[in-house]
């Protein structure tokens, strides 16, 4: 076992019931206190450790890193470090955060790189270069292939056969926090023969959850299923908003275009991959057998309970949706493989989300589009209004953990508010 992911450990930083963020976790992102300069930061309980401040302190110079990576406002250069070196800042904090730990009282300086959440801003984390959304949930791909195709043979052809992805847009991806703007676009009425132009009367979120590219490729080089892994820093969740009006005119023959490229929303913080090692369980039999590349072994999908709410403008949240990212039929390491295998090179801090995760019941469809059955049912909110789709206001809550031997193993919150069109 890894020694930071070791259930006994204990901070003697105050880990509330329930929190995302044990001492097993450390998951790494980008703060920014009192208007101050961005600095690395990993989350333990309701606290921050500024590791630029610790980093100042010494605390990692034995492992000959620049202290400057700290003081950066992006993840990447961190990252780009390899597995051997941020994990080895992973251990030395978790070694930093331990109440066993005697070597020195980091409490004594903790007034000086512990902050409260409350008083740090999170920023958006990384520098995404690049930006690919798969399409990877069974159950997703076949209740929106029953809806607008064939409810008796919902999956087109190759669904089965290769993880379907079409690329993103990575320079509209935002940290939660961001408000986020009714698109507005061309959509095609029921009926009407022409379309029109305004905003968006079908908008939606995608539960999705995404990986971070740790380690850069080559142009021509394929990486090999079981050595996909190696690859991926760790992860965060993702609310892939989605113009379905827009979307539907559009999207033939292409794919998605103006219908999703207007926002996406991350979680702040990225859990490593290392931190989520106990949650590894076996992905679902995959039939008919896929191709070579694409065949791997091991529990290679992720026990992740995923939540999605809804909150009105003054009134309670909802919660709408619950499933897990263990569902997902193709895993990250097919997913990766897949998109090296013609040789597409991929650079540090590219993102790769799964797709919307819906699981098997009605309860458990990741995107307003299945909640509701295009609209036909729609959602009775606890202030007694109905959605369809989402209302101006709407604050859109993702949330997702996972729990082993007592260890809960988080990702805090991806949330936007939706503002009106302009
Ligand atoms: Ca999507």
Redesign the pocket.
């Known amino acids: 076992m890894i020694h930071a992911n070791n259930p006994a450990l204990r901070s003697w930083v105050d880990v509330p019931p329930g929190s995302d963020f044990p001492i097993q976790n450390l998951p790494f992102g980008v703060v920014r206190r009192n208007g101050g300069s961005p600095r690395l930061a990993v989350a333990i309980g309701g606290h921050v450790a500024d590791l630029k401040i610790l980093a100042e302190h010494g605390f990692f110079d034995d492992l000959k890193i620049d202290r400057e990576v700290f003081a950066k406002p992006y993840l990447n250069d961190f990252i780009a470090l390899g597995k051997a070196k941020t994990s080895a800042v992973r251990n030395r904090l978790s070694q930093i955060l331990d109440s066993d730990f005697e070597e020195w009282d980091a409490s004594e300086l903790a007034p000086f790189f512990l902050f409260p959440q409350s008083e740090v801003e999170t920023l958006m984390p990384l520098q995404v270069g690049d930006y690919t959304?798969?399409?990877s949930s069974l159950e997703h791909a076949s209740n929106v292939g029953a809806m607008f195709r064939d409810p008796q043979n919902p999956l087109l052809p190759n669904w089965r056969h290769l993880p379907v992805a079409y690329h993103?847009r990575a320079s509209s991806i935002v940290v939660s926090g961001t408000p986020v703007r009714r698109p507005k676009g061309q959509m095609l009425p029921t009926g009407a023969e022409q379309p029109i132009f305004g905003p968006s009367i079908r908008m939606d979120f995608?539960l999705?959850v995404a990986f971070v590219v740790g380690k850069p490729t080559e142009l021509g080089q394929s990486v090999p299923v079981h050595e996909a892994e190696d690859y991926i820093f760790g992860l965060v969740l993702?609310n892939?908003w989605?113009a379905r009006d827009i979307q539907q005119w559009e999207y033939q023959p292409l794919g998605?275009f103006l219908g999703?490229n207007f926002a996406s929303t991350i979680s702040p913080w990225v859990v490593t991959l290392e931190a989520l090692e106990p949650l590894r369980v076996q992905g679902p039999a995959q039939s008919p057998q896929v191709l070579p590349y694409l065949q791997y072994e091991g529990a290679r999908n992720f026990d992740l309970h995923l939540e999605v709410w809804i909150q009105p403008e003054q009134a309670e949240p909802m919660r709408v949706c619950r499933s897990n990212f263990k569902y997902m039929y193709w895993n990250m390491a097919q997913q990766l493989a897949h998109h090296t295998v013609n040789g597409c090179n991929l650079r540090v801090g590219d993102m790769c989300?799964?797709?919307?995760i819906s699981g098997p019941t009605p309860d458990s469809y990741g995107s307003m589009l299945e909640l509701t059955w295009r609209g036909t049912k729609p959602l009775t909110m606890p202030d007694g209004s109905t959605r369809a789709f989402l209302h101006d206001g709407d604050i859109v809550i993702l949330r997702g953990w996972g729990e082993r031997n007592g260890v809960r193993i988080g990702f805090g919150e991806a949330t936007g508010k939706l503002l009106p069109a302009l």
Do not use: L, N, Q
């Not at 989300?353 to 919307?356: D, F, I, L």
């Open positions: 959304d798969f399409y993103g995608e999705e993702f892939d989605s998605p999703k989300a799964s797709g919307t």
